[in-house]
């Protein structure tokens, strides 16, 4: 029967492409045999309970196959049609041209970039681990397995996420290796001359070899690789790429182009193939059916173990109750003295740990120096349950593991490096804001006033670059009272990705009253003024307040704009500025006249860098308090 199912998910998949005209059939045609014997007894999921926490997570990270998936899903009865199928990666369609998040669809992960999914399976991987050492193995308990390609080991990300996999011992990751040498521009081996096993067994992964479309094979592989507890796994499967194709199988004209009218004739003929190519015999589906009443059984069970617990565990009811709502406590911290806001930002955040364990998260090596450390207690393979995660130089591994983490469940996760840094890490950001994670990136080092490490390290077009990715809130704090909100913010449920820059250099210190609300609106007034405006964030607020002192005779509005793409979403209208408006802001000025409108002048770097300190950086490049006073002034002569 296990032939027959292959035939139709091939079947199925080829004509999903050919319909579009669109889209890559040869791995769906190669990778069949692993994905029927995965979803027939490997993955433990629930198409009537697709939010099952206790789920296994499946991560096709070989994203371009994605019509090997929904074939998979459709015969396996999760809410994908023929009808669907047939409008495979057309507008509106469910089945788009890569895996698009849809945990009702059964879609656990958006994936498509290479190595993207391979490393974000490693962040589901850690909060597995973690929600187990905090409920128990009876109430977590999971595997996350996956398909890799030959592009996802090439990805310099999946090198550095699967070293990490290693050191944690995550030995729940399964990840099958469709090993076909084909790539888009031909044979693999023109590029590559890696041993992926050798590699794989260096790194301290549990390696086997295998023939990918042999099924006793691949199901004795996963049940050896569940017997290794404390090694990440990768089964090195060999594929035909494109199975059946007799022209094509093989070669990278069956990689990202359909098979076409003659060629689907002969994979047909090939095959065995009569009668319509979306309709399949029930048998087919029939052949899952047992699978998913013991899967359907298995969360019976589970619920009825977590009701039981609740029942009769008031403090594990309440820390579960925590965790499904989303609920994190805060309380206000006395920040009055000036400092750094990476300094007060990181006492907050160590305040927050001690009252929150579901808040996970750490820096790329360089905690010293953002100090964004959330607990001493740090996650280790010996300590499950430690809230501060070390990295190492890893800054893409790391936005990608926290995109896991975030995509697990209720835990909120955060990254930390600094801002320039941000460049290793955007396609995972991107990816984050496309699948509308909780996941948060706290950057410090936010300008040119970092000095002496000079312009490799000092930020000019990011603060404008990271606010053009969609969905993104960018949150800048220029005090004490902004940080406490922007931390607040930073860890609420409202499926937006978010960016938190903070300064080096120290800021003097300023009290005002803002409410949450009001911080929400992404700007407020500080101080009302009817001759001009001047609105700027972070630490250039403080640059604003000197200006107003010095312009003894003009009456200064002020306004502070923390989230500054939030304002012109949402709240621009509510803000009656005057007709002289001056931005100020230590970064590419590129972007201000669509976040505020009528812009006067933009105050703004817009060229790299020097190396220098702090003071002889600010006379530089003019952003003196004094200097911008008399070009203000030079607009009422």
Excluded: C
């Amino acid at each position: 029967m296990f032939d027959e199912v292959t035939k139709s998910v091939r079947v199925l998949s080829a004509a999903g492409v050919e319909k579009a005209n669109s889209g890559h059939p040869g791995m769906p045609l190669g990778a069949a045999d692993i994905g029927v014997a995965l979803f027939k007894n490997g993955l433990k999921i629930s198409n009537k309970n697709p939010d099952w926490i206790n789920r296994d997570r499946f991560v096709l990270s070989a994203g371009h196959g994605s019509m090997l998936l929904y074939s998979l899903l459709h015969f396996n009865g999760y809410n994908i049609s023929i009808e669907d199928i047939k409008n495979f990666r057309q507008l509106g369609s469910i089945t788009a041209g890569h895996p698009e998040k849809d945990n009702e669809l059964g879609i656990d992960i958006t994936t498509g970039p290479l190595g993207q999914g391979f490393a974000t399976g490693v962040g589901l991987a850690l909060a597995e681990s973690y929600l187990s050492s905090i409920f128990g193995n009876e109430i977590i308990d999971h595997y996350v397995f996956g398909i890799v390609s030959d592009g996802d080991l090439m990805e310099g990300i999946s090198f550095e996420a699967a070293e990490l996999a290693s050191v944690w011992e995550l030995g729940k990751i399964i990840y099958f290796f469709d090993d076909n040498n084909i790539s888009i521009d031909g044979k693999v081996e023109k590029v590559s001359k890696t041993n992926q096993k050798l590699k794989f067994e260096s790194l301290g992964w549990h390696v086997q070899e295998i023939d990918g479309h042999d099924e006793i094979q691949i199901l004795q592989s996963i049940k050896l690789a569940k017997k290794e507890v404390t090694k990440p796994s990768i089964i090195i499967a060999k594929t035909t790429i494109g199975k059946f194709a007799p022209n094509k199988e093989n070669t990278s004209g069956v990689h990202g182009s359909p098979l076409g009218d003659e060629e689907m004739k002969l994979f047909l003929n090939n095959i065995g193939w009569k009668g319509d190519l979306f309709e399949h015999k029930k048998e087919i589906y029939e052949y899952f059916e047992e699978k998913r009443k013991l899967d359907n059984v298995e969360f019976d069970n589970w619920f009825a173990t977590l009701n039981k617990k609740l029942n009769e565990d008031g403090s594990f009811n309440n820390l579960w109750n925590q965790f499904i709502n989303g609920e994190i406590s805060f309380e206000n911290l006395d920040l009055k003295q000036s400092a750094a806001t990476r300094v007060n930002g990181g006492k907050l955040l160590k305040k927050i740990g001690e009252s929150n364990k579901f808040i996970l998260g750490g820096s790329a090596d360089l905690a010293a120096s953002t100090k964004q450390i959330i607990s001493e207690s740090t996650y280790s393979s010996k300590n499950r349950s430690g809230q501060n995660i070390e990295f190492g130089i890893r800054e893409h591994g790391m936005a990608a593991i926290i995109n896991g983490i975030s995509l697990h469940s209720k835990l909120f996760a955060y990254g930390s490096t600094f801002l320039v840094f941000s460049d290793y890490m955007r396609p995972s950001i991107r990816l984050g804001s496309l699948m509308n994670l909780n996941s948060s990136f706290i950057f410090t080092h936010d300008s040119i006033y970092l000095g002496e490490d000079g312009p490799t390290h000092q930020p000019v077009e990011h603060l404008m670059s990271l606010r053009l990715i969609p969905n993104i809130e960018l949150i800048r704090p220029a005090n004490n009272i902004e940080i406490q909100h922007s931390y607040k913010y930073l860890f609420s449920e409202n499926n937006k990705t978010k960016v938190l820059v903070l300064t080096r250099q120290d800021l003097p210190y300023f009290d005002n009253s803002l409410s949450y609300e009001e911080f929400l609106q992404g700007a407020y007034e500080i101080s009302s003024g009817s001759d001009l405006t001047l609105i700027a964030t972070g630490s250039e607020v403080h640059l604003a307040l000197k200006i107003k002192d010095l312009l003894k005779d003009k009456s200064v509005q002020i306004i502070s704009a923390p989230i500054l793409n939030k304002f012109l979403s949402e709240n621009i209208e509510n803000f009656k500025m005057n007709n002289l408006v001056f931005s100020i802001e230590l970064g590419r000025s590129i972007g201000w006249k669509d976040y505020v409108g009528n812009v006067t002048k933009s105050f703004s770097i817009e060229t790299f860098g020097k190396s220098a300190n702090e003071k002889d950086l600010e006379k530089h490049f003019k952003f003196e308090a004094e200097k911008i006073k008399l070009e203000i002034l030079s607009y009422f002569d």
